[in-house]
């Protein structure tokens, strides 16, 4: 229930993510008077809009933000993110928080066909939006190995006409960043790794690799990518 000692402050929340409803929620405990903008029309940011169902059910996601509603939070969505706050100071808002994330989706140049590379996050977002409408064709190769990459190989798996999923990655697993547990759940939904490749060019759906072996250690203590000269894989794609 909304916190019965409020304290007069009014915040605004830019962003309707984890960070701004975890914000929204304590500070709406804590006695303030709290709104959260975003520009979406539905809460939940990268939780409601990123990762797959199979990951996070819906509806867990949707209880969260009735907790928080039912705290006194108010929530302005399809908003312009664009915000002037300087108008939110006019409007009264004592404080702003930004919680805008961090979403950017680092590019991977290769030669070739470069308009068939897409970010994990746009095509976590095409997934979640409408998987049936997804046309991925037969192989699909997932560069990475970050829970990212895991969760976009996962996803890939459930598009329809979709045989073969692979993650490249240029070290071996164990040097993976992802979770154990998210590695475990890829190599049960069959996705194939492909160790100790780094993509080179993509051309007649033939994704050409350089192959790598490990050598000494490098400041982040994993062993570190070294070049095999002249020696190369190639994977249809």
């Keep these: 229930s909304p916190c019965q000692n409020t304290n007069g402050k009014k915040v605004a929340v830019i962003g309707a993510g984890p960070s701004g409803l975890a914000a929204g929620y304590f500070l709406a405990r804590a006695g303030f008077d709290v709104t959260i903008f975003d520009k979406r029309d539905r809460a939940g940011g990268t939780v409601e809009y990123v990762i797959p169902d199979f990951r996070i059910p819906k509806d867990a996601i949707s209880k969260d933000v009735q ?14 993110a664009d915000f002037d706050l300087a108008r939110l100071k006019e409007e009264g808002f004592n404080y702003i928080y930004l919680a805008i994330g961090a979403g950017k989706t680092n590019s991977l140049f290769i030669d070739g066909e470069q308009e068939k590379v897409m970010g994990a996050i746009s095509f976590l977002e095409q997934y979640n939006e409408s998987n049936d409408r997804l046309n991925l064709g037969k192989n699909v190769a997932v560069i990475g190995g970050g829970n990212s990459a895991m969760d976009a190989a996962r996803a890939a798996k459930r598009v329809n006409g979709v045989e073969n999923v692979f993650i490249i990655y240029r070290r071996t697993k164990e040097y993976m960043p992802a979770d154990r547990e998210e590695l475990k759940l890829a190599l049960e939904d069959g996705v194939i790794f492909k160790e100790l490749l780094s993509p080179v060019s993509l051309h007649d759906g033939k994704l050409k690799c ?28």
């Design 210 to 237: 350089q192959v790598l072996e490990l050598g000494e250690q490098d400041n982040t203590g994993r062993k570190k990518p070294v070049v095999k000269e002249g020696v190369f894989e190639e994977l249809k794609v």
């Design 67 to 80: 907790l928080i509603k039912r705290m006194g939070v108010k929530f302005q969505l399809g908003v312009n």
